[in-house]
């Protein structure tokens, strides 16, 4: 229970991969504001709950929780939910920014030629959001002068993938990796850790849904991955503890790929 009395926001923390850190940090002992902008995310991947709600799975477990609906793009609703988090629980120790993904993607999404609209709304989704959260959690935080914000970047945002393609996707994530190297460097004097990870090939729900699973997938993928297996979940979740708990005190401004060794630099 290394993280009894902290309060954690998560964001994207409906399902799949949000919903395991929102379980792996309520399992430390921490209280969590879940935040999605569809707290029955879960039911579109058919993914299986404990309980009724990622809510009520939080306070199964003996913690705090606290939902909030909201568009994490949009800087009132962020502000207000921020807002909301500190009214209930009266402080914030831990962001996780991991609202996001590659969506809606467009048959032609090269880098030449991509269409511009779905490029600027992907950058909303994935980079945008986390500037917004990561401005309104930094206000509290450089009052108690601690914190730990952990952002969500990609396999994707480190490398080309050698046949290019995906090009808003992959430049958001780049963007997230560099602006947590940025913001770190800002909020270190206030004793508040800045970090990232780039998580590859994992099987979420909605990766599963989308055929990450297949046969056919895996004989593509696995021979490109090191250790021969696709991520699950709580492999990322386990990063996520490391860089919120002391553990990572004096880690900051890092990207950790959680990718079986496919992103290998050297």
């Known amino acids: 229970m290394k993280l009894k009395g902290k309060v954690a926001v998560v964001t994207g923390g409906g399902r799949g991969l949000g919903r395991a850190y929102v379980l792996h940090l309520a399992k430390l002992g921490a209280d969590v504001v879940i935040n999605d902008i569809d707290l029955n995310a879960a039911a579109e991947y058919n993914e299986t709950l404990s309980a009724a709600t990622v809510m009520e799975e939080v306070e199964a477990l003996g913690c705090r929780a606290l939902g909030v609906q909201a568009d994490v793009t949009n800087k009132d609703a962020v502000d207000a939910m921020f807002e909301e988090a500190l009214g209930a629980f009266g402080r914030i120790d831990i962001l996780v920014n991991n609202a996001g993904g590659a969506l809606k993607t467009p048959p032609q999404n090269s880098a030449a030629e991509a269409d511009i609209e779905h490029y600027k709304w992907t950058m909303d989704l994935n980079l945008t959001s986390t500037i917004l959260c990561c401005q309104a959690a930094s206000r509290p935080m ?58 590859g090939w994992i099987l979420s729900s909605r990766a599963v849904a989308g055929g990450r699973d297949s046969e056919e997938t895996r004989e593509r993928l696995l021979p490109q991955i090191p250790l021969r297996r696709m991520g699950m979940p709580e492999d990322c979740a386990k990063v996520v503890e490391f860089l919120v708990t002391d553990l990572s005190d004096y880690v900051t401004g890092q990207c950790i790929p959680i990718c079986g060794g496919v992103v290998a630099w050297g």
């Open 142 to 199: 450089k009052e108690q002068r601690s914190g730990k914000i952990v952002n969500v970047s990609s396999q994707a945002g480190l490398w080309s993938g050698h046949h290019g393609g995906f090009v808003g996707y992959k430049v958001a994530k780049a963007g997230v990796a560099h602006y947590t190297r940025i913001l770190a460097a800002e909020l270190g004097p206030y004793n508040i850790n800045v970090n990232s990870i780039a998580p």
